[in-house]
Nanobody, 126 residues
């Protein structure tokens, strides 16, 4: 089993930055495909970013490309999402996801992940 615990969500002004963390247990992050998804009120959960199990492949949705950066720290066994130039439309609950499958291409769909965190709220507002 893999357990994921997100943290770092907050209220931030437009143009600001936040870093989300996802602490993993049960498996090392270098053995997992991992990603971030978000869900805004009244909307479906959507892909934000993912990182391949080998760490070199990173993928982003068009809406966050150039503003968000996904990374992982194997020593801390933690996944991160650095979010810069935040916009009101980034407001959502952000979820960390993981899977033991070693996908050869980008894992950008909900169905590709078996393990999920509880979510952390990000609100971008002045």
């Amino acid at each position: 089993q893999v357990q994921l615990v997100e943290s770092g969500g907050a209220l931030v002004q437009p143009g600001g930055s936040l870093r989300l963390s996802c602490a993993a247990s049960g498996r090392t992050v270098s053995d997992l495909t991992m990603g971030w998804f978000r869900q805004a009120p009244g909307k479906e959960r959507e892909f934000v970013s993912s990182i391949s199990w080998y760490g070199a492949g990173t993928y982003y949705s068009n809406s966050v490309k150039g503003r968000f950066t996904i990374s992982r720290d194997t020593a801390e066994n933690t996944l991160y999402l650095q979010m810069n130039s935040l916009k009101p439309e980034d407001t959502a609950v952000y979820y960390c996801a993981a899977d033991r499958a070693k996908y050869s291409t980008a894992a950008i769909t909900i169905a590709q992940y078996n393990y999920w965190g509880q979510g952390t709220q990000v609100t971008v507002s002045s």
